[in-house]
Every structure is written in structure tokens, then in C-alpha cells.
């Protein structure tokens, strides 16, 4: 065969996918499953964005804007950011993708907290930059001796709050990593994914990007708005990084039902405030229920989801609420965690309350 004489590059050659959660992790999908392994907003998406995708189902045989432009000004209403500023992606995971693939080389150090989202590590890899971990549960407690090891040069990425962990950083500590890696020339991704699904949050730091031209901050529609299905996300940055993803991106990245149902969205910001009401009740509701039981601890959480430390193995325990038609995050593939770890996503009540008793019947 011909493929057999073409050689690829050792980043292309070792590269692995990362592992999710979500229904198609599993064998033998069935949407009857509660699937708590995806951290998506509780109410799933506003019923304007369902009445906008329906709406627009007679420009399904255009072509979408390929700069995502209507969608960008709205983001721009949005985040008070200027549209100069932002970029616009088939999902949060692209843009992670691509960042990479711009500022990232086989010369690049790379820090990464783990355990965290495993997909800056895939990201980093396939642009063969040289990755550092440092480990710890909770990087609030550990920051001076994390700042202390940022490379020169290099990238540092966050995810705030953290993901599977629940932990938040403050807007102090995080300025303050940014300015040290600004000293040492090191770009920093911040991933603000789940910042929108913290209750009275306030410690986004979206209003940095004016200010640090070696930030980024990366957003998804996915979590907060529940349009996982649809792929969209954004990224904020200097004009001169969003100038570079926007000219790399392939062409016509994000689908016209994407970008309306992306624009409805967050023109319904209301919706946004009953799912944080919601996931502040839920969040103490699993947290003290599950914990009362023998075979869990659970970490402190900011967010839609919370870790769980188990004495039952994760796996065994997944495929266990499995034949209850429950799905959980079996945590055994985060670096850094072992099969001791689950994660659950805060759902509605009459959902957690079916959960809580899967989990007392074990």
C-alpha cells in the first residue's frame, strides 16, 4: 500500500483522542439513561434558542458566514469586548485546538495543574511542545510554588473553576499568575467554560484581555446555554491573537443553526439566572446526601458538578448504575486521579434524588 511508505510525524504517530463522558462514552447508548457525566446546564437549552433553530430551518441550503460576524457583535453586547477580540468556534475544543497549533511548537514549555480538562494535554502534544504537570486538588492552596514553576517562554492553562475539581480561583491569584508569566514571556489560557454556571459569580477575568497581552480566555456555549449537541464556543484575546486563530480557522467552522441558536442564547440571560438558582439548591443537595453515605466524600464545589472520592472502584461503580440507567464520570482517566474518583453533574431535583438512591442501594 501506499500509506505504508508515508512516515508521520512522532506527534501524529503517538497521538491518542482524550476520553469524555457523555452517552456515546459508553457501549450501547440509550437516551432513557440519566446521564450525569455531562456538565451541562440543568434546564438544557432556552426555549427561545429551540424556537430560533426552528425558525431557521429554511437556511439549512446556505452557506453560514464563515467570520461568524452577527454572532461576534452579539458576543460583543454580551462581554463588552470588542469584536476585534473575539473568536468564534465549532465548539470550545476547536479553539483549544487551534491555539495550539498557532502559539505552540516542539520549542514551547507547557505548564499544566492536573488533574484538569484533558484536552490541553492532547492540544499541547500534538503540536509537540514539552508538557510539565504540577499536581494538586486544589491550586489555591498551592499557587506561590506553581508560580515558581512557570517556564520562559511557554503557556500555562487553567481551567476556572477546574475541571473535575469544582475549585475556583479568585481574580487576585490569577492576576497575579498572569503578570508573573507576563515577566517570563509565557502565554496564559485561562478556560472560563463553567464560570457562567457559579452562582453570583464574579471572579471571571474577562476584562483582563485589555490590559495583558498574554492572556486568553476561552468560553463555551456548550455548558452554560446546554447546546453541547450543536458545537459552539468563543475565545477572547489581544487583537493580534484573535487576528491569528481567526485566519488559521478552516473555513466555515461553525454551522448558521450554530450561530443563531448562539445568538438567542445569550440574548436570554434570565435563563441563565433560574439554572444558577437551581444549581446552588442542587449542588448542597447532592453534596450533603452523598456524603452521609459510607462509601463517598465529596469535594468542595463552585459549579454544576462535584468530585467524589470513592472506596468502590469507579469503573465497577459506573457499569453498577449503569443497570439503573444512570451515567457518571468514572474519573480513573484524569492524570492525576486513580480509580477512586467519580464525578456527578447537578442535575434537577426529581433527577439527583434518583441518583442519591441509586447510590444508597449500592
Not at 322 to 330: A, C, G, P, S, T
Request: proline residues 4%; charged residues 20%.
Amino acid at each position: 500500500m501506499l500509506f505504508s511508505s508515508v512516515k508521520l510525524d512522532s506527534t501524529i504517530s503517538s497521538h491518542k483522542p482524550a476520553s469524555h463522558g457523555g452517552l456515546y462514552s459508553i457501549s450501547n447508548p440509550q437516551h432513557d439513561i440519566l446521564d450525569f457525566s455531562s456538565n451541562i446546564n440543568p434546564l438544557g437549552p432556552s426555549p427561545k434558542v429551540l424556537k430560533t433553530i426552528k425558525n431557521h430551518l429554511n437556511t439549512l441550503q446556505i452557506y453560514p458566514d464563515s467570520e461568524s460576524l452577527n454572532l461576534r457583535k452579539n458576543l460583543q453586547k454580551y462581554t463588552k469586548i470588542p469584536i476585534s477580540q473575539i473568536v468564534v468556534g465549532n465548539g470550545a475544543t476547536e479553539i483549544i485546538y487551534n491555539f495550539c497549533k498557532a502559539f505552540l511548537s516542539k520549542k514551547t514549555p507547557v505548564l499544566i495543574p492536573v488533574p484538569t480538562f484533558s484536552e490541553y494535554e492532547v492540544a499541547a502534544k500534538l503540536s509537540g511542545a514539552k508538557i510539565e504537570f504540577y499536581k494538586t486538588l486544589d491550586l489555591k492552596k498551592d499557587t506561590n510554588d506553581f508560580i515558581s514553576k512557570l517556564p520562559n517562554n511557554g503557556c500555562v492553562f487553567i481551567c476556572n473553576p477546574n475541571n473535575p475539581t469544582g475549585h475556583l480561583l479568585s481574580k487576585n491569584i490569577l492576576k497575579k499568575i498572569i503578570i508573573e508569566a507576563n515577566k517570563k514571556n509565557t502565554l496564559v489560557f485561562v478556560d472560563e467554560c463553567f464560570i457562567e454556571l457559579v452562582p453570583d459569580y464574579t471572579e471571571s477575568i474577562i476584562t483582563l484581555v485589555k490590559k495583558y497581552d498574554n492572556l486568553f480566555i476561552l468560553r463555551s456555549l456548550t455548558k452554560s446555554f446546554g447546546l453541547a449537541g450543536i458545537r459552539i464556543g468563543y475565545g477572547i484575546g489581544t487583537k493580534k491573537l484573535i487576528l491569528i486563530l481567526n485566519q488559521i480557522k478552516i473555513p466555515w467552522n461553525v454551522s448558521g443553526l450554530a450561530q443563531h441558536a448562539a445568538s438567542a442564547a445569550i440574548s436570554a440571560p434570565n435563563d441563565l439566572v433560574k439554572a444558577t438558582k437551581i444549581i446552588r439548591t442542587e449542588l448542597n443537595y447532592l453534596k450533603n446526601n452523598i456524603s452521609k453515605l459510607d462509601n463517598f466524600d465529596c469535594y468542595d464545589s463552585v459549579t454544576n458538578f462535584i468530585l467524589i472520592k470513592t472506596k468502590l472502584k469507579s469503573s465497577q461503580l459506573q457499569q453498577k448504575l449503569l443497570k439503573k440507567k444512570i451515567l457518571i464520570r468514572d474519573c480513573s482517566n484524569f492524570r492525576g486521579l486513580n480509580h477512586n474518583y467519580i464525578r456527578v453533574a447537578v442535575r434537577t431535583r426529581k433527577e439527583n434524588r434518583k441518583l442519591v438512591h441509586a447510590l444508597e442501594e449500592l
